[in-house]
């Protein structure tokens, strides 16, 4: 008859010992994920900011544009509208990028682990 033995883990079984054995790595989870919306609300608070600068820039070049008397006065609105628009949305795509990047892990929250560091690459090659 196969013998049953029973596994003593400190934490508990089930759900709860598994929570409470990750606890750490949940807290630091949680601390990471916050920081990650935090970014992202102000990505998303800058891209309206954005969109609606622009919006208010489209309006305005039409209106420009209409009260314009020669076609040379078009050509002139059209010519710095476009332009500032090239350099508006540049900027609004470097303002993303850089954002995307600060949406990884924070480089100052410390994740605690009890298990064994990894050996170094140069420690791998002396195996």
């Known amino acids: 008859m196969a013998q049953h033995t ?5 934490f508990g079984s089930g759900f709860d010992g ?3 054995a990750n606890a750490h790595n949940m807290e630091s989870l949680a ?3 916050g920081a990650f919306l935090h970014r ?8 309206m ?4 600068e622009r919006w208010k820039e489209d309006v305005e070049v039409s209106a420009r544009i209409a009260r314009s008397k020669a076609p040379e006065d078009v050509a002139e609105v059209c010519s710095g509208f476009f332009l500032k628009m090239f350099t508006d949305y540049s900027e609004q795509a470097q303002r ?3 954002t995307m990047g600060e949406l ?9 682990s009890d298990a064994p560091a990894e050996p170094s690459n140069a420690a791998r090659k002396t195996r």
């Open 6 to 10: 029973q596994s003593t883990n400190p």
């Open 18 to 20: 598994m929570m409470k």
């Open 31 to 33: 601390q990471s994920y």
């Open 40 to 47: 992202l609300g102000r990505l998303n608070a800058d891209t």
């Open 49 to 52: 900011s954005f969109c609606a």
């Open 96 to 98: 993303v990028i850089d």
């Open 104 to 112: 990884g892990p924070e480089k100052d929250v410390t994740v605690e």
